[in-house]
């Protein structure tokens, strides 16, 4: 299985598909969980028998955005879940588009090992919230559609379409 390959393209779906749905986004209130102005960087690193957040092959210290608008708060893995947290300080929706391309790269230098990281992880949920609780876009990425992909079986678009459906616009 090709490394690269898979990171890239896996966290580009993603990105592609938080990015392409936060177009369609409209502003409302909603009981958030609190977030900070500040961009408090991971906030929870959490612990695990595997490594940090108990995920192997994947190092969260080495996730990094240079963004001064989208800020990683966490990486907690729950069960086979990998719960990605991100906070954003504007909901200028060309500029959350432009700020999510760096996430992709970002994530590449978090994952050392992507058979130790598939042999825990299922699923990747990611969270798009504002600073000020509110709430802006969910998204799912299952880890049995992400290793299709990374086996040659899903091109990029196959696994963003295959992955659309799992997009939560709140």
Do not use: C, W
Request: zero cysteines; aromatic letters at 4%.
């Amino acid at each position: 299985m090709d490394r690269r390959k898979v990171l890239v393209g896996g966290a580009s779906a993603l990105t592609t598909l938080v990015a392409g749905y936060v177009g369609d986004l409209q502003s409302k209130p909603s009981a958030g969980r609190g977030a900070s102005d500040g961009h408090p960087g991971n906030a929870n690193p959490g612990t695990g028998g595997d490594g940090p957040n108990g995920v192997p092959g994947f190092v969260p210290e080495k996730v990094e955005l240079e963004s001064v608008d989208v800020h990683i708060e966490e990486f907690q893995r729950r069960g086979r879940t990998l719960t990605v947290e991100l906070a954003t300080t504007t909901r200028d929706l060309v500029q959350l588009r432009d700020e999510l391309e760096e996430l992709p790269p970002a994530l590449e230098d978090g994952i050392e090992d992507a058979e130790g990281f598939f042999s825990r992880i299922e699923t990747v949920e990611t969270t798009l919230a504002h600073v000020s609780g509110v709430k802006l876009a969910t998204a799912q990425l299952e880890g049995d559609t992400l290793r299709e992909y990374a086996d040659g079986e899903l091109t990029e678009a196959e696994l963003i379409a295959a992955s659309r459906h799992r997009i939560d616009l709140v």
